[in-house]
């Protein structure tokens, strides 16, 4: 298939609708019928401040969760459609990709 990489990047305590947004995501793209979606939590990173946030130690509650999706484009649509609808403003990014299962009957 050919579609995209969509990846989400939240604060892990970032909540919509009473749940971690990371959790809301891939809860609402199952909804949509997107075929699968994983969370990865970062042990360190920083953002535009340019500040380094390492794990979980220092209680500081700025470690990004990324979320990622590998979606057609009408999927892709669907999940944005929702998070306007919602008025979510998440950074993000897109990368076409080319995706399929392996063995006998390869699509890639």
Same mark, same amino acid.
């Given at each position: 298939? *050919?579609?995209? !990489? ?16 990371? @959790?809301?995501?891939? #809860?609402?793209?199952? =909804? !949509?019928? *997107? ?6 939590? +970062?042990?360190?990173?920083?953002? #535009? ?13 700025? *470690?990004?969760? =990324? ?6 484009? =009408?999927? =892709? ?5 929702? !998070?306007?609808?919602? @008025?979510?403003?998440?950074?993000? +990014? #897109? +990368? ?13």
């Amino acid at each position: 298939m *050919i579609g995209c !990489l969509l990846a989400f990047y939240v604060n892990e305590n970032r909540k919509h609708r009473g749940v971690p947004t990371w @959790q809301w995501l891939l #809860q609402e793209a199952a =909804k !949509l019928g *997107i075929g699968g979606g994983t969370a990865f939590v +970062s042990t360190a990173g920083f953002g #535009q401040h340019h500040v380094l946030h390492m794990d979980r130690m220092f209680g500081t509650g700025l *470690i990004c969760v =990324k979320v990622e999706f590998l979606v057609t484009e =009408k999927e =892709k649509a669907l999940l944005l459609e929702l !998070l306007a609808r919602e @008025q979510m403003d998440l950074f993000c +990014s #897109q +990368s076409d990709a080319r995706f399929g299962m392996t063995g006998a009957d390869a699509a890639l």
